[in-house]
């Protein structure tokens, strides 16, 4: 069984930073790409960014340059830092990583999301 677990959502305001982080656990041999998704409320949801085990990061076009993000392999952990947010970030953020499990599956997997409002 694997989790991936999601924090550091919230409430900021526009031009304001946050930093979402993403834990997996349970039975896990080794973990690939690491990402983060997004989806707005009556959209389809959207990708946001990814990193390789490597830590070799892609990002969507709308978010170059204001987020970041990095990945702990240690603590199977990637992160995502937000900065100069605007409305159009408000979303449900989701995290997503293709993992292996002790029993050599290899699937993707989903966190349950985190809240990011952005007020103007």
């Known amino acids: 069984q694997v989790q991936l677990v999601e924090s550091g959502g919230g409430l900021v305001q526009a031009g304001g930073s946050l930093t979402l982080s993403c834990a997996a656990s349970?039975?896990?041999?080794?973990?690939?790409?690491m990402g983060w998704f997004r989806q707005a409320s009556g959209n389809q949801r959207e990708f946001v960014a990814a990193?390789?085990?490597?830590?070799?990061?892609n990002y969507a076009e709308y978010v170059k340059g204001r987020f970041t993000i990095s990945r702990d392999n240690a603590k199977n952990t990637v992160y995502l830092q937000m900065n100069s947010l605007n409305p159009g970030d408000t979303g449900v953020y989701y995290c997503?990583?293709?993992?292996?499990?002790?029993?050599?599956?290899?699937?993707?997997?989903w966190g349950q999301g985190t809240q990011v409002t952005v007020s103007s």
């Open positions: 990193i390789t085990s490597h830590g070799r990061a």
């Open positions: 349970g039975s896990i041999f080794s973990i690939n790409l």
């Open positions: 997503n990583a293709n993992i292996a499990t002790m029993s050599m599956t290899l699937s993707d997997y």
